[in-house]
């Protein structure tokens, strides 16, 4: 069976959540959202590590308020860089030896399925590189700078990336050594992978699967994760409630 390390990326600013709080530490339905995040993970056979990159600026709280479950849960911490993709590199100088493909997962993006992580897993260790992502169903304005439109565009073959986005770990590490030639205008991992010569593969995903930008995002989320059947936990997931760990 392949192994596979799953990176959470949570080391932003979140200047646009526009709150004291930054939105992977907020509390959703009784749990931060990081930790929503990461349990879809921690207890899959083939995850062999766990690691959320976090703002150096934020360490001290989350060790305190955090520590507990990312003990239980073995959760690896890294410290981020000063953009995403330093943030990212610094994970992937923590694999363990065993690793052999890299899921990148939102720390900010809670209402992912079982079924989907299994279906993308499987993708990228069948074709090497895998995300997922939902066809585009609304119109499609282009805009000038006055925000008059300019043009329509066609939908047609028009994917919203989402994640996990999961690849070999060789490819991912050798399109992260080389990042500095690749572009500059590289927005995600699957991009990056591309412009390092790879064809990358697409699972349909959900409209569900949101990520949390703004602070109304998190009333969607919990409507959509109250919605959502309750399966049977396979393992133990926290030590206890959000609520009750930080009050």
């Not at 439109?149 to 986005?165: E, M, Y």
Request: proline share 4%; hydrophobic share 45%.
């Amino acid at each position: 069976m392949a192994k596979f390390a799953v990176i959470l990326p949570a080391a932003g600013r979140s200047s646009r959540f526009k709150d004291k709080e930054k939105k992977p530490f907020v509390n959703l339905d009784g749990r931060a959202v990081w930790q929503r995040s990461v349990e879809f993970f921690v207890n899959r056979r083939e995850v062999c590590q766990c690691l959320i990159v976090i703002n150096a600026d934020d360490e001290e709280m989350f060790r305190r308020r955090f520590g507990a479950s990312v003990a239980f849960m073995n959760v690896q911490i890294v410290l981020g860089g000063a953009e995403r993709f330093e943030s990212i590199a610094n994970a992937l100088s923590q694999l363990k030896p065993e690793a052999d493909f890299v899921a990148v997962h939102d720390a900010v993006r809670p209402c992912l399925t079982e079924a989907l992580v299994g279906a993308v897993f499987a993708k990228a260790e069948q074709t090497g590189a895998a995300l997922l992502a939902v066809p585009v169903a609304d119109t499609i304005k282009q805009a000038s700078d006055q925000k008059t439109v300019q043009a329509t565009v066609s939908r047609k073959g028009l994917w919203l990336a989402q994640t996990p986005q999961v690849f070999r770990r060789d490819w991912l590490e050798g399109a992260y050594a080389n990042r500095a030639k690749l572009g500059k205008d590289i927005t995600d991992d699957a991009q990056l992978v591309e412009a390092a010569g790879h064809t990358v593969h697409l699972v349909e995903g959900a409209a569900t699967n949101i990520k949390i930008t703004a602070r109304n995002d998190l009333y969607l989320a919990e409507a959509i994760l109250k919605s959502m059947p309750k399966p049977k936990p396979s393992g133990p997931l926290h030590p206890f409630a959000e609520e009750e760990m930080w009050k």
